[in-house]
């Protein structure tokens, strides 16, 4: 049909351009002497039927109408008012010719296009199916108590961002844990202090001697024998809580510096309310203490309750480890940008400083976290802690802490110490 219609659109064009009989006639030619021209009125030629010439020639669009032996495309042809009909005869072995061959085309063509389409869906969803699978088994491995699990985050957009939305989760999960753990361990670790106070409360009590052959009248007999169940309370619950701080030491991989409390605080202020807390403690052991350079307000970058908790760690092993009678001092200095928050003794001292401000190391039975607290509350600062020899005999613990108010310089451990130490002959006393 695409034959014809080119045939009759160029006899249609001359009529249409006014040509003569003799250029229709070359134009018929030229389209392979195949179309043939019904002027108006005039008799019927070719092989269409008059009554469908009529209708050509009535309408405005060609159209195609079946004749013994095939079909007849007929287009309408209107110059001057008059419409001419021009008839081209396609036989009906020529309607058929290489339609196979197009169907064949066509089958093939579409099978490759179903292929491909199937290769890529398969590829799409390999990918897709390959990382919800991984995801799936990150969360049950994370499930299982195995937090370390990671994945690569691919596929789709939506499960590759559902990968790093789960990566992120697992790390907050350590995170969580591992803070917990350590605040466990601290905390426990802050509740010896006054469970170190009361043991040494208990110790100062009269003997809990009840044995037979010793005459006691009922009244003593039970005295002695509450305070022989409150020293084996004290004792039970000290264990308890040593216990809970080895467990929850244990189970933290590596160290740690949790993320400090924000907060400012007055080291002056600190110092004085906690003196005032060892003091009646002091005051019963008969040690003799000082407080240096407590009168004016320093202000450091860190929370109160953990510089308080700090303070309270390295005065719990002055108590803990020296002798009753021992004497002590806490001092202040600032300096430079940096405060010195320093606890001297007269004690025996550290032998082996570097392995005491390991986290979890003691060679005196306990749990050795009470160093690294102040460590930790000295490194939310800023700063460092470090042990020496005293100028007393002893321990020197020194938290170095940012001052708060000023940029700080090159920190320089002797220069506030020294400081320190020249300052002795003005420094006020606090009662025991």
Known sequence: ????????????????????????????AAAGGHPVVHPPGGPPAGHADASDVRRAASGVASLTAPVPGGLVRLEPVTVAGKTSVVEVFVPGDELGENTGRDWWLLVVLALLL?????????????????????????????GGGDLGVRIQPSGPRELAEAGYAFNRMADRLITTRRDER?????????LRTPLTALRLDAEALDPDDTQ???????????????????????????????????????????????????????????????????????????????????QMRIPVPVARAELAAALDAVLGNVFRYTPQGTAFEVGVSRRDGW?????????????????????????????????????????????????A??????????????????APKQA?????????????TNRPVMPE
């Not at 002091?282 to 003799?288: F, I, L, M």
Request: net charge positive; hydrophobic share 45%; with cysteine.
């Open 1 to 28: 049909m695409s034959t014809a219609e080119r045939e009759s659109a160029t006899v249609a064009g001359a009529i249409a351009a006014g040509a003569s009989k003799k250029g229709v006639d070359a134009a018929i």
């Open 114 to 142: 179903v292929g491909a389409a199937v290769f890529a869906v398969d590829r799409l969803a390999r990918g897709a199916v390959n990382s919800a699978r991984n995801l799936v088994q990150a969360a049950l491995a994370v």
């Open 182 to 190: 350590e605040l466990v361990a601290d905390l426990s670790h802050r």
């Open 212 to 294: 037979i052959g010793i005459q006691f009248d009922q009244a003593e007999l039970d005295r002695r024998r509450g305070i022989r169940r409150i020293r084996q309370a004290i004792v039970t619950l000290e264990g308890e809580v040593n216990q809970l701080i080895n467990t929850t030491r244990k189970a933290v991989a590596a160290q740690v510096a949790a993320a400090p409390e924000p907060g400012v605080c007055d080291v002056s202020e600190v110092v004085r309310e906690r003196m005032t807390f060892w003091s009646a403690l002091a005051g019963d052991q008969n040690r003799h203490y000082q407080v240096v350079g407590a």
């Open 339 to 387: 405060v010195a928050l320093r606890v001297d003794d007269a004690g025996p001292g550290i032998p082996d400083p570097e392995k005491a401000l390991q986290r979890g190391q003691s060679n005196k039975g306990s749990t050795g976290l009470g160093l690294d607290i102040a460590r930790r509350a000295a490194q939310s600062a800023g700063g460092t802690v470090s042990l």
């Open 389 to 406: 020899r005293a100028a007393m005999g002893g321990a020197s613990v020194v938290m170095m802490l940012a001052d708060a108010e000023a």
């Open 412 to 424: 320089s451990r002797f220069g506030l110490v020294g400081r320190l130490a020249r300052e002795r």
